[in-house]
């Protein structure tokens, strides 16, 4: 059976614009996966669970004898970003967006998980694995820990995200690190307060807060082998002060990427050293909550091969292309491949598009049709019936 490409691109466009309208946050996404669960029982797939791992959906499609399986991957979830400009199809959630363009990637899997129904040129067995909460790292954790891997078992995975600034229809990815990992920190300042007009008369916190901010920059400037990427941003600076008033409380937040866990443990390591050394220069004290959130994305070099292959055959040759460095953005992808090889891929959202997490962002539809293809296509390479 032929697909109609058409009403397919037709059909995409009008479920991601439905789904950009009513976003959900991580885990609350029981909207979204009714959708999908909806449409495929619609496309007539052999199994679809609803419920994994909180709001997760996956879909089974079997085809001939073949005994074995790959995975296919989308994230549904949005951020608690309120929308700009005035699109037709705008998010209808107060402070809620799809900014990040998982309305897309989901559109996508549902128009591949179509097209493999319909014209099922495989042997083995394809799960469709709709992730909640991405966003904030928890998503592929609560699937695995509710038995992704036993319930649906799979021999590998793979994923894709859009890219802003990359042409429409442009393929990208590379073998080994693709996407850094993100720690998360925050160090609380305690000290004295007191009037603005008699700062000898305590230890206020502010002062110390802003050196820390600026000696904590000096960690990858000074302390990390220059060959090694990491990256340190303080995102928030928080006192209990007021105009008139010096602060006894301060909080400072923000990530640490990088690529191997020795580098992540060198940081912390040297965060720690950094806030005690600062704050006993200003007679405060330090306290330093550190967390590993996401894990590095590591392609399998065999299977990224596999993904250059089967994106050749969807794209022109001159639109697929390796991609030099690894970008230290971070994706909760990483964790399946703790269980699986798989590969990540990125796919252009065009030149002019505003950048991932910006209240102005959209998904470019015009990219749907290039997903859809590249999902059943290494779908076919992996699971070729000849």
Partial sequence: MSIDSRKLEQDMTA????????PEFGFEEKRTAAFVARKLREFGLDEVVEGVGGTG?????????????????????????????????????????HACGHDGHTAMLLGAARMLSEDGDFDGTVRFIFQPAEEWGKGALAMLDDGLMTRFPFDEIYGLHNMPGLPVGVFQTRAGAIMSAEDNFEIVLKGVGGHAARPHSGNEVLVAACALVTNLQTIVSRRLDPTDIGVVSVTELLTDGTRNALPGL???????RSFRPEVSAAIERQMRLIAEGTALA????????YTREFIPLLNDAALAKEAFAAARSVFPSENVKVRREPMTGSEDFARFLDHVPGCFVFLGNGEGSAPLHNPNYDFNDDGLIHGANFHASIVR?????S
């Fill in 381 to 385: 390479r992996r699971l070729n019936a």
């Fill in 250 to 256: 301060a909080r400072i937040l923000g990530d640490a």
């Fill in 57 to 97: 959906v996956v879909g089974t499609l079997r085809r001939g004898g073949g005994n074995r399986s790959i995975a296919l991957r989308a994230d549904m979830d949005a951020l608690r970003i309120t929308e700009q400009g005035n699109r037709p199809y705008r998010s209808q959630t107060a402070g809620v967006m």
């Fill in 282 to 289: 200003h007679n405060v004290s330090a306290e330093v909550n």
């Fill in 15 to 22: 479920w991601r614009r439905d789904l950009h309208s009513h």
